[in-house]
């Protein structure tokens, strides 16, 4: 199993970065654009489908024995 995979809002949040070195300008360029490529087409994580955590993309449900909480982002943007 994986992790939980949350939507980056500042330089903390971010999921990871990537540092591309190379003396050839055009392979950085080759690079950049292929690592937009994945960005566009989501194709840099495996995600699983977890249904119950998709009733609402804004509302995460925690259980705790007994107990249960929701966490609510109050976010409207997805």
């Given at each position: 199993?994986?992790?939980?995979?949350?939507?980056?809002?500042?330089?903390?949040?971010?999921?990871?970065?990537?540092?591309?070195?190379?003396?050839?300008?055009?392979?950085?360029?080759?690079?950049?654009?292929?690592?937009?490529?994945?960005?566009?087409?989501n194709?840099l994580?495996?995600?699983?489908n977890?249904?119950?955590?998709?009733?609402?993309?804004?509302?995460?449900?925690?259980?705790?024995?007994?107990?249960?909480?929701?966490?609510?982002?109050?976010?409207?943007?997805?």
């Amino acid at each position: 199993p994986g992790s939980f995979v949350d939507y980056t809002i500042d330089l903390f949040t971010g999921i990871g970065s990537a540092i591309l070195m190379h003396h050839d300008e055009e392979v950085l360029k080759a690079d950049v654009r292929r690592i937009r490529e994945m960005e566009r087409e989501n194709q840099l994580f495996t995600y699983e489908n977890q249904a119950a955590l998709m009733k609402s993309a804004s509302v995460k449900y925690i259980s705790a024995g007994e107990e249960s909480h929701t966490i609510s982002s109050g976010r409207t943007d997805f």
